[in-house]
């Protein structure tokens, strides 16, 4: 355990909460910093009827600093099953909207839950604001929802926030600026890293932040948002919204079984071809095995922290 090492990890879905688990047994200081741009799914249906910002990806991230030894982390990811109103919600998502309902405040709503969970570190949204993903494409078109942009199929020219440049959420700021380590990654490149990015003041803090910036480059690419995108294409793109230099760029060198290379072409997913060599000599690149393949292709959380906080 590595004490007072101020530790901040911004992107959203499962990439961020899978990094998580193995940071808490490294580091005692931890700030999560998640998007919120989900629309999709249980999150999705809770967003549309109490008009709230998506609980998923938060609700993944208290999971993952929870303590292990308990039935409460399975208890927040038990999902409603059956042909109910309630099939489809996940307990947590459940708990999160209601404590929000309760105390007038998503942020409240994400304080008792954590609470509830005992984590170890805090989870930040990145703003409160309900926000919607907007994409404008290589053809033109212009498209908003998340949803709707992985489903639309196309190559993403850039991504926007509606409302634009929300207003960050207070603490976001402060844990960028004062962090030893910022580690963006891995997980979906435009609909999870990218958005924390485009809160008014995040980019700007954690560009200028003294931090050692670490971007853990995904191992797969993600069908309607970085197909035939290589480690260069992600490796740039972060850099071009953080408006800002990578210190450090991790890659994954364990080979990937066959099984599980035509499990993930089935949905139009390849792995992300290593054009690492073509990077500046300013980004130092770490090539390890942090591959956790069981059914899906996967970072592991141990492997990948060892990485992290060896450097």
């Known amino acids: 355990m590595i004490k007072n090492l101020k530790t901040a990890g911004i992107g959203g879905g499962t990439g ?21 741009t989900d629309d999709g799914g249980s999150s999705g249906r809770l967003r549309k009827d ?50 929000a309902d309760i105390t ?6 994400i ?14 949204p990145s703003t409160t604001e ?11 078109s212009r ?13 993403i020219k850039e991504v926007f926030l509606d409302p634009w440049e929300p207003e960050a959420y207070p603490g976001v700021i402060k844990a960028c600026s004062e962090a030893d380590i910022i580690i963006l990654g891995p997980g979906s490149l435009f609909s999870s890293i990218i958005p924390n990015l485009l809160v008014k003041g995040v980019a700007h803090a954690v560009s200028k932040s003294k931090a050692v910036k670490i971007y853990i480059c995904n191992i797969m690419t993600q069908p309607g948002e970085t197909d035939n995108y290589k480690v260069s294409d992600h490796f740039f ?23 599980l290379l035509t499990k993930h072409a089935a949905k139009n997913s390849y792995i992300v071809i290593d054009d690492s060599s073509s990077l500046p000599g300013r980004v130092k690149i770490i090539k390890e095995d942090i ?9 592991d959380p141990k492997k990948t922290a060892r990485v992290l906080f060896g450097l």
């Open 50 to 99: 109490y008009n709230m910002p998506p609980p998923g990806d938060i609700r993944n991230c208290i999971v993952s600093l929870a303590e292990a030894d308990s039935l409460m982390p399975e208890l927040f990811q038990y999902r409603f099953k059956g042909k109910s109103s309630l099939s489809g919600h996940s307990f947590g998502n459940l708990f999160i909207t209601a404590m």
């Open 291 to 299: 591959l956790c393949s069981k059914e899906f292709v996967r970072h």
């Open 237 to 259: 793109m972060v850099e071009k919204y953080l408006g800002g230099n990578i210190d450090y760029l991790i890659l994954n060198t364990a080979p990937v079984s066959g099984k």
């Open 111 to 124: 304080l008792e839950a954590s609470n509830i969970l005992s984590i170890k570190g805090r989870v930040l």
């Open 16 to 36: 961020l909460s899978t990094i998580l688990a193995g940071i808490k047994d490294f580091a005692d200081d931890i700030t999560a910093i998640v998007t919120v």
């Open 104 to 109: 007038g405040s998503f942020a409240k709503g």
């Open 143 to 155: 498209v908003l929802g998340q949803t709707k942009i992985i489903n639309h199929h196309g190559s």
């Open 130 to 140: 309900n926000i919607v993903l907007g994409a404008v494409f290589e053809d033109g």
